[in-house]
């Protein structure tokens, strides 16, 4: 096997893996260890289907009527006929990566070998996976528990020939696909339709770019907020080490460093050394506690994440010949509890970033006029970019109420208590882009406020971000269309494009922003 594959069902994925997966740069091989797993288990079910006793799933009927006994001769009918009934999602489609990890998650979780399926049925998988013919799946309907029924169920039916998928740029139904690559549909067996929509790749594929998204922001909140107190002339002192080593939480420490290294050497912090401020407004100066917080969130869904990508989540799980349990493994509240959480730390970054927003604007900063603009009164300034702020800040306010917080039973009473992580994963998406766009916003005007410091420089990092901002953005020194400004901030962010300013210039200098947590912090 080449080093740049990952073992199916053997490997410890992580959910910077399954991103690698998803983008072609780690390729997916099944062992002959997984193929032995698997086909033993898919053995188990059958000799329990030939003995006839009762077994959830296996000959009997599904939730409510998981007493009504399936004749050996319907259990097949019963497979298929789930695949249909439980595909019924609604709503706009889910990106197509999204449903590519969710396919890559399924395959690691089936190849550990508990959940009866055939070789067949896992091969036909990964060859959706390999040749990027993604399903199309809807991203409302899954209730959290019992798994993600419905999008799981939209996510397989082109194993039976229904469905849609997007194949070489294409939406095309499933048939056309099987004439142009010669597939044929397959012939589930017994438990494969539940093993199939049973589990929790829906919630986990969110959570996995969750974990991506959020990192992102919160590097990119450090050193935006760096370039904000040089802008404003803040103290330093609040980074300091000493300080944090009497409230040593590891984001609060992480952060404090970060922020020290991106202004050392800076003539801006110098200049102002001694001067008679006393302390700065919290947005400033407590950016290690509240960043701190948000990067202690993140690390926390992390851990838990990368234990859901490891596991088995469907149900019934075949242990051996004498061991079957109907338990619920599929129950999503580990990651729906934790997707809340994100959610809340996301929305706590873009709104400290709008107080440091207004900050910037009220003039009270020596050298930096008020609203950003020396020509005020006929300009308005960067004025009205902060209601935007405001606007998307309160806009992720009403969006922190915890999904987790509600339950709405289903299946008749079975399933009496469901998590909602499918409702907490994508709010916590939209919260993320909608910080995302305010801290584009807060990038163009701590770019603004640097301005006024010229012609002091900053330290290394900090000078070749405002540089590279200068690119894209100019100086304002009247009122212009702002909206064109903010969406190229937006994709200065989306595209992490400073990061990758702080990355090459720790290469080419060997100067490192590393903290003692950064193997945690910085790495998933």
């Excluded at 790749?201 to 450090?222: G, P």
Aim: hydrophobic letters at 40%.
């Amino acid at each position: 096997m080449e080093s740049n594959s990952f073992k199916l069902g053997e490997g410890w994925l992580t959910a910077g893996i399954a991103l690698n997966i998803c983008k072609g740069k780690t390729g997916i091989v099944l062992d002959q260890a997984s193929r032995d797993k698997v086909e033993n288990s898919w053995r188990i079910v059958q000799k329990i289907v030939d003995k006839g006793n009762p077994v959830y799933g296996i000959n009997t009927g599904f939730g409510p009527l998981c007493t009504t006994k399936i004749s050996k001769a319907e259990t097949k009918i019963l497979q298929t006929n789930i695949l249909k009934s439980h595909s019924v999602g609604v709503g706009k489609p889910i990106s197509m990566e999204l449903v590519k990890i969710m396919l890559i998650l399924k395959a690691h979780s089936l190849a550990k070998g508990y959940s009866g399926i055939a070789i067949a049925t896992l091969e036909r998988i990964i060859w959706h996976i390999e040749h990027d013919a993604l399903p199309i799946v809807p991203c409302q309907g899954s209730v959290g528990a019992s798994g993600d029924l419905a999008p799981l169920s939209h996510l397989f039916l082109p194993l039976i020939g229904l469905g849609k998928v997007v194949y070489k740029n294409r939406v095309i139904e499933t048939k056309e696909l099987f004439q142009v690559t010669g597939l044929s549909k397959l012939d589930l067996g017994p438990k494969e339709g539940l093993a199939l929509i049973n589990g929790t790749q829906f919630i986990a594929a969110h959570s996995v770019k969750v974990i991506e998204k959020l990192h992102s922001i919160l590097a990119q909140a450090d050193i935006i907020g760096a370039m904000m107190i040089e802008g404003l002339q803040g103290s330093v002192k609040p980074f300091y080490k000493e300080l944090h080593g009497l409230r040593p939480f590891k984001g609060n420490i992480h952060v404090a460093r970060r922020i020290k290294r991106l202004l050392k050497g800076s003539e801006i912090m110098e200049d102002h050394i001694d001067c008679d401020r006393v302390q700065d407004p919290y947005s400033l100066r407590c950016m290690p506690q509240v960043h701190g917080a948000s990067r202690n969130t993140w690390l926390h869904l992390k851990e838990l994440v990368e234990t859901e990508l490891n596991s088995v989540t469907d149900n019934p799980v075949i242990i051996d010949e004498e061991l079957t349990i109907s338990g619920g493994n599929f129950h999503g509240q580990p990651l729906a509890m934790a997707l809340d959480y994100a959610c809340l730390a996301a929305s706590e970054i873009g709104n400290i970033s709008d107080r440091r927003i207004y900050l910037a604007l009220e003039g009270n900063s020596p050298g930096v006029p008020k609203l950003l603009m020396k020509d005020t009164g006929i300009n308005s300034g960067y004025m009205i970019l902060q209601y935007t702020s405001a606007a998307l800040a309160s806009e992720n306010k009403g969006l922190c109420f915890p999904s987790s917080a509600d339950s709405i039973p289903t299946s008749l009473g079975q399933e009496d208590h469901v998590s909602m992580g499918s409702i907490g994963g994508r709010k916590a998406l939209r919260v993320i882009k909608n910080v995302e766009k305010i801290l584009a916003i807060e990038l163009l005007t701590a770019a603004q406020a640097f301005e006024f410091r010229k012609p002091m420089k900053s330290g290394i990092f900090l000078d070749e971000i405002h540089k590279t901002v200068r690119k894209k953005v100019s100086f304002a020194d009247k009122d212009r269309v702002f909206s064109d400004d903010i969406e190229k901030g937006i994709e200065i962010i989306r595209n992490k494009t400073i990061i990758s300013v702080i990355d090459t210039i720790e290469k080419k200098k060997n100067i490192s922003l590393k903290t003692k947590y950064s193997e945690q912090f910085e790495h998933y």
